[in-house]
């Protein structure tokens, strides 16, 4: 997490670095600070807070003005959230000064060794033991700054993605990266860098992602040099051209990302099939999947790692696969998985699904299960992401930069990835016939029409927002494909409102969970058409009789469920396996407008960050 913005050209660095850091705001907003080189000294400003809190303080405190700078918004690790361990952090001789991306594990003996050599700490952080630790290198070995850097980095066991300046030498930055992602903008006799390409988008489309183990000189004028850490090898720059542009990371007259996102989805999930789905020809390209069919159509099994939203698509994912393909699938949270010493083999295929690519869990999970000889396939929606490139194939989900901290577009557009996955496979294993194939492709087709039409329910959505917004607790219900959904509505709600929610089988709840409903409890149930409609509705009137508020997100024209929910948001008809990318729309919408009426940061939750890029 934390997001890290550096610039070094002819262009006063305050503006970029500023607005880059609000454009960084989604990986973490607990502090802020900056660190700018005004031709004379380093002026540097940290705050607890904002990045906009940042702004206001640092205007009325320090000149802004310079040509290189760098800046950080902190998701806090070590040390909670205050002034003192916001980043940038000095060197004790006030010489150096950096900002941090990721975790130094060794810190504490690091930290040891430095104080026994008469080294001061002013923060809890791990950077500044790494600060010092560069300066320790530096001085006693009389080294350039790049070179101590490398020699303390070997050093050094953790993640980083870091950049650090020499108030001495104030025409480079050293930037070096381990396990956090570091992108670099290449413009004219100018280099930016940033946690994500978002913040120099509008000054160029050149860019190169440092590789793990990679660290980079930029000097004013002078070409970017790159090298291996360990082995100080030159590496060849290979610069990729952006495909990203200055709408996708704006709101575009929405309130908030995550609403704007939410309406995204038509666009999204057509741009994720688009060229991979031709209903005409009643074919599924995908090559991550074609190049590699043999090992699929050998495997054993799937097992889905992944955490959080993405966890919840693989849930969904293990009914279509099982259902459409007859493949055994395991959904494993990455955090458990990674620890426990899994059964793997070489007959396994490991889906690892992640929105950022750079989940720590989710990315440890596929190196360990590559370990062991697994096949590793990415879904991924950041392209060149860390766990995009771990795996040794995949498929992009093409949702677009998603900004919000809460997960939609995501979600729906990694079902459908998913989802076209299982059909390519179930057509080359002959678990499906031709005719059955070509159905759902069409009806795949006109899920995007679908999910517009869904979004037509939001003014009803709202006023059923009004009527829950003040519920302490909310339970949500579903069965089959649509008991993912209920997790994921949940999680939606509890994270953007911290209204406490739980989702579960629509069935398990007389196992347990019926003993919460009373009056005050809202219920949430999925209950379309298909499937397990009847012992769905069962459900229902258990929950009536006991006097429980019943939302039903149920199909088009349904109305057994009419006669019995306090409310009913429909949905447009299709097949069992495709309703979750309906379903979820509603759930969606109520969270947000459940989180806006209660005056929340929706795009900001608290605590949370969007990449969590530790463990
Ligand atoms: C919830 C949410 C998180 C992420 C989780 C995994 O709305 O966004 O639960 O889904 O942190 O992130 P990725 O998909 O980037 O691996």
């Given at each position: 997490m934390c997001g890290i913005v550096g610039y070094i050209g002819h262009r006063e660095a305050y503006p970029i670095i500023i607005k880059g850091l609000q454009r960084l705001e989604y990986r973490g907003y607990d502090s802020a600070g900056i660190a700018l080189y005004d031709g004379e000294s380093i002026k540097l400003s940290k705050t607890k807070g904002k990045v906009a809190d940042l702004k206001e303080k640092l205007e009325n405190e320090?000149?802004?003005?310079?040509?290189l700078g760098i800046g950080h918004t902190r998701w806090a690790t070590?040390?909670?959230?205050n002034d003192v361990n916001s980043h940038p952090h000095y060197s004790n001789s006030g010489d150096l000064v950096i900002i941090h991306n990721g975790i130094i594990e060794n810190y504490d003996s690091l930290k040891k060794e430095l104080i026994n050599r008469g080294y001061t700490f002013?923060?809890?952080?791990?950077t500044e033991v790494l600060i010092n630790l560069i300066e320790d290198v530096k001085k006693n070995e009389n080294l350039k700054l790049g070179k101590a850097v490398q020699i303390a980095l070997n050093q050094v066991v953790g993640a980083y993605a870091i950049a650090v300046f020499d108030k001495n030498k104030p025409n480079e930055i050293v930037v070096a990266k381990l396990g956090s992602p570091l992108a670099i903008g290449i413009g004219e006799d100018e280099y930016f860098i940033a946690s994500d390409a978002s913040p120099f988008i509008e000054f160029t489309k050149n860019a190169i992602y440092l590789e793990d183990e990679q660290m980079a000189i930029l000097r004013r004028g002078k070409d970017i040099k790159i090298r291996k850490?360990?082995?100080?090898a030159l590496v060849d720059p290979y610069m990729q051209e952006l495909q990203l542009n200055l709408e996708q990371i704006e709101?575009?007259?929405?309130?908030h990302f995550m609403l704007k996102e939410i309406y995204e989805q038509p666009s999204a999930i057509l741009d994720t099939f688009r060229g991979r789905l031709l209903s005409n020809e009643a074919v599924i390209k995908l090559a991550g999947v074609e190049d590699n069919m043999k090992k699929f159509l050998a495997a054993d099994r799937i097992i889905v790692v992944a955490c959080g939203t993405s966890w919840h698509a693989g849930l969904v994912a293990e009914y279509i696969f099982e259902d459409l393909a007859r493949i055994p699938v395991e959904v494993e949270y990455a955090s458990e998985f990674r620890y426990r010493n899994p059964v793997i083999t070489e007959k396994d295929i490991v889906i690892a699904i992640s929105?950022?690519?750079?989940?720590a869990d989710t990315l440890a999970a596929i190196k360990l299960a590559k370990s062991k000889g697994a096949f590793v396939f990415g879904v991924c929606?950041?392209?060149?992401?860390s766990i995009a490139r771990e795996s040794d194939a995949g498929a992009y989900?093409?949702?677009?930069?998603?900004?919000?901290?809460?997960s939609t577009k995501a979600f729906t557009t990694q079902i459908t990835v998913l989802t076209l996955m299982a059909l390519r496979l179930a057509r080359a294993k002959g678990t499906m016939s031709s005719s059955e194939f070509r159905h759902h492709l069409i009806e795949l087709e006109t899920i995007p029409g679908k999910v517009e039409e869904a979004l037509q329910s939001d003014a009803y959505v709202k006023t059923v927002a009004d009527i829950y917004k003040d519920s302490k607790n909310c339970l949500y219900l579903g069965r089959g494909f649509n008991f993912p959904v209920a997790l994921e509505g949940a999680l939606k709600l509890k994270e953007i409102s911290y209204i406490h929610a739980e989702g579960y089988p629509a069935a398990e709840m007389?196992?347990?969970?019926?003993?919460?409903?009373?009056?005050q409890m809202p219920i949430i149930v999925i209950a379309?058409?298909?499937?397990h409609y009847e012992k769905v509705v069962s459900n229902i009137q258990e929950i009536k009789s006991r006097k429980g508020r019943i939302i039903g997100i149920v199909t088009?024209?349904?109305v057994s469920v009419k006669e019995l929910a306090d409310h009913v948001i429909e949905v447009p008809e299709t097949i069992e396996c495709l309703t979750p990318l309906l379903t979820t729309i509603p759930l969606q919408l109520l969270s947000y407008h459940i989180a806006v009426m209660l005056n929340k940061n929706v795009d900001q939750p608290r605590n949370l960050a969007k990449s969590v890029t530790v463990e």
């Amino acid at each position: 997490m934390c997001g890290i913005v550096g610039y070094i050209g002819h262009r006063e660095a305050y503006p970029i670095i500023i607005k880059g850091l609000q454009r960084l705001e989604y990986r973490g907003y607990d502090s802020a600070g900056i660190a700018l080189y005004d031709g004379e000294s380093i002026k540097l400003s940290k705050t607890k807070g904002k990045v906009a809190d940042l702004k206001e303080k640092l205007e009325n405190e320090i000149s802004t003005s310079g040509t290189l700078g760098i800046g950080h918004t902190r998701w806090a690790t070590h040390g909670v959230p205050n002034d003192v361990n916001s980043h940038p952090h000095y060197s004790n001789s006030g010489d150096l000064v950096i900002i941090h991306n990721g975790i130094i594990e060794n810190y504490d003996s690091l930290k040891k060794e430095l104080i026994n050599r008469g080294y001061t700490f002013k923060s809890d952080t791990d950077t500044e033991v790494l600060i010092n630790l560069i300066e320790d290198v530096k001085k006693n070995e009389n080294l350039k700054l790049g070179k101590a850097v490398q020699i303390a980095l070997n050093q050094v066991v953790g993640a980083y993605a870091i950049a650090v300046f020499d108030k001495n030498k104030p025409n480079e930055i050293v930037v070096a990266k381990l396990g956090s992602p570091l992108a670099i903008g290449i413009g004219e006799d100018e280099y930016f860098i940033a946690s994500d390409a978002s913040p120099f988008i509008e000054f160029t489309k050149n860019a190169i992602y440092l590789e793990d183990e990679q660290m980079a000189i930029l000097r004013r004028g002078k070409d970017i040099k790159i090298r291996k850490i360990k082995t100080d090898a030159l590496v060849d720059p290979y610069m990729q051209e952006l495909q990203l542009n200055l709408e996708q990371i704006e709101k575009g007259g929405y309130d908030h990302f995550m609403l704007k996102e939410i309406y995204e989805q038509p666009s999204a999930i057509l741009d994720t099939f688009r060229g991979r789905l031709l209903s005409n020809e009643a074919v599924i390209k995908l090559a991550g999947v074609e190049d590699n069919m043999k090992k699929f159509l050998a495997a054993d099994r799937i097992i889905v790692v992944a955490c959080g939203t993405s966890w919840h698509a693989g849930l969904v994912a293990e009914y279509i696969f099982e259902d459409l393909a007859r493949i055994p699938v395991e959904v494993e949270y990455a955090s458990e998985f990674r620890y426990r010493n899994p059964v793997i083999t070489e007959k396994d295929i490991v889906i690892a699904i992640s929105q950022s690519g750079e989940t720590a869990d989710t990315l440890a999970a596929i190196k360990l299960a590559k370990s062991k000889g697994a096949f590793v396939f990415g879904v991924c929606n950041v392209v060149g992401s860390s766990i995009a490139r771990e795996s040794d194939a995949g498929a992009y989900t093409h949702a677009g930069p998603e900004i919000g901290v809460a997960s939609t577009k995501a979600f729906t557009t990694q079902i459908t990835v998913l989802t076209l996955m299982a059909l390519r496979l179930a057509r080359a294993k002959g678990t499906m016939s031709s005719s059955e194939f070509r159905h759902h492709l069409i009806e795949l087709e006109t899920i995007p029409g679908k999910v517009e039409e869904a979004l037509q329910s939001d003014a009803y959505v709202k006023t059923v927002a009004d009527i829950y917004k003040d519920s302490k607790n909310c339970l949500y219900l579903g069965r089959g494909f649509n008991f993912p959904v209920a997790l994921e509505g949940a999680l939606k709600l509890k994270e953007i409102s911290y209204i406490h929610a739980e989702g579960y089988p629509a069935a398990e709840m007389k196992h347990g969970p019926i003993a919460l409903i009373d009056e005050q409890m809202p219920i949430i149930v999925i209950a379309t058409k298909k499937g397990h409609y009847e012992k769905v509705v069962s459900n229902i009137q258990e929950i009536k009789s006991r006097k429980g508020r019943i939302i039903g997100i149920v199909t088009k024209g349904d109305v057994s469920v009419k006669e019995l929910a306090d409310h009913v948001i429909e949905v447009p008809e299709t097949i069992e396996c495709l309703t979750p990318l309906l379903t979820t729309i509603p759930l969606q919408l109520l969270s947000y407008h459940i989180a806006v009426m209660l005056n929340k940061n929706v795009d900001q939750p608290r605590n949370l960050a969007k990449s969590v890029t530790v463990e």
